[in-house]
């Protein structure tokens, strides 16, 4: 069975960094095909895409978010963090992992964590 | 960056009729659309990927189809579970990015 768990602070003040922790089960990244992703959605508000790190250590990023994010993955953890940088209150959402493999779309995701940004 | 542009953004129908949603693509994405169901408070759902193939678990109700720019999810006889808000999702062929659409919200009539 696969899960994966957000974790990180609730709040964060403007021009921080962000740093979220994804801790999964049930699959491995080193597995080829596997990738394992960040989406976000502020309140009331769409979904948007981030980042995404697959097996093979290639990472790709949101083109309008790139300068701001980084991805990272430990795989002898089953965890994959993603750092958001300079953090400002339109950034203020729910951010999900989720895990992809196989096809070209998250089949689990995890129950996401809420971040506000406020002074 | 390819855009997905997502129609009606509301749609009010009641249980037991059926329901079509639109996905329109800026640019040509090959058949790399998914949809996900998203209910108040839940994370999203997958339901199809790669415009077609239905996820593990869920109901024949539920098919897509489409090809190129123009994607369609259709329920076919809607469940009073049904009601949420639909999100498609492509991925580019190169640079292999991810977008999402604004959302349907589905309501009850």
């Known amino acids: 069975q696969i899960t994966l768990k957000e974790s990180g602070p609730t709040l964060v003040k403007p021009t921080q960094t962000l740093t979220l922790t994804c801790t999964f089960s049930?699959?491995?990244?080193?597995?080829?095909?596997?990738?394992v992703g960040w989406i976000r959605q502020p309140p009331g508000k769409a979904l948007e895409w981030l980042a995404l790190s697959y097996w093979d250590d290639d990472k790709r990023y949101s083109p309008s978010l790139k300068s701001r994010l980084t991805i990272t993955k430990d795989t002898s953890k089953n965890q994959v963090v993603l750092t958001m940088t300079n953090m400002d209150p339109v950034d203020t959402a729910t951010y999900y992992c989720?895990?992809?493999?196989?096809?070209?779309?998250?089949?689990?995701w995890g129950q996401g964590t809420m971040v506000t940004v406020s002074s | 960056e390819i855009v997905l542009t997502q129609s009606p953004a509301t749609l009010s129908l009641s249980p037991g009729e059926r329901a079509t949603l639109s996905c329109r693509a800026s640019?040509?994405?090959?058949?790399?659309i998914a949809w996900y169901q998203q209910k108040p408070g839940q994370a999203p759902r997958l339901l199809i990927y790669d415009a077609s193939n239905r996820a593990t678990g869920i109901p024949a109700r539920f098919s897509g189809s489409g090809s190129g720019t123009d994607f369609t999810l259709t329920i076919s006889t809607l469940e009073p579970e049904d009601f949420a808000v639909y999100y498609c999702q492509q991925r580019s062929n190169w640079p292999p990015l991810y977008t999402f659409g604004q959302g349907t919200k589905l309501e009850i009539k």
């Open positions: 049930g699959f491995s990244l080193s597995t080829s095909g596997v990738g």
């Open positions: 989720a895990h992809r493999e196989n096809y070209y779309a998250f089949d689990i």
């Open positions: 640019q040509s994405v090959s058949n790399y």
